[in-house]
């Protein structure tokens, strides 16, 4: 039963093992620290672009990046794809995956930044079911190339970057006009714009 009594009393309550959690140290962050998401897997992104010099070629694969969602007008698909960026000299330059790739590869290059990319160029299927995109650079201007893939398809390839054009294309004269290259004509197609 319950005792009625009134009164001041104490209540004596004993227990082991009663964990008693130590204060966490603080934590500060300095005005200077980042706490910037780390990429995915080196160039699975825009903003982690792998550096590649004019005249080099690199090694790579699609395999394990993530799919792509661009605007379908620089022909980016839904494949998985990687990222590098050159700095432009003043000459033409290609991007190819030519040399190398055991699937259908696509490449679009773009300038701007990675949260406003314009579309330079694309292509899919120069050489065979691989790929080579040319355009004219200007000196000190960032390119950013994607190695990406037709419709889903991904896997290994090799990215070569370097002056001038393809084989089996022509230097063209520099034109106000935007220039497509064909691997089965001998000259650039110009479109005009429309001055409207």
């Known amino acids: 039963g319950f005792d009625t009594r009134s009164g001041d009393f104490v209540l004596e309550v004993k227990s082991e093992n009663i964990f008693v959690p130590t204060p966490s140290p603080s934590f500060s962050a300095s005005p200077t620290s980042s706490l910037a998401p780390t990429p995915l897997s080196g160039n699975d992104e825009c903003l982690y672009a792998t550096t590649v010099a004019i005249g080099s070629e690199v090694n790579g694969t699609t395999s ?83 190695v990406h893939g037709w419709s889903l398809e991904f896997g290994d390839y090799t990215l070569s970057v370097s002056s001038g054009f393809p084989p089996g294309t022509s230097s063209p004269t520099i034109s106000p006009f935007p220039t497509t290259f064909s691997p089965t004509s001998s000259s650039p197609t110009t479109t005009p714009q429309n001055s409207n």
């Open 64 to 146: 394990d990046a993530t799919p792509e969602s661009l605007p379908l007008s620089c022909g980016v698909g839904l494949a998985p794809g990687r990222w590098y960026r050159v700095i432009g000299d003043g000459d033409p330059l290609t991007a190819s995956t030519c040399s190398f790739a055991d699937y259908d590869t696509r490449i679009s290059v773009f300038e701007g930044s990675c949260s406003s990319l314009e579309c330079v160029d694309y292509n899919d299927d120069f050489c065979g079911i691989l790929s080579s995109a040319s355009w004219f650079s200007v000196v000190g201007r960032e390119y950013f190339i994607l």
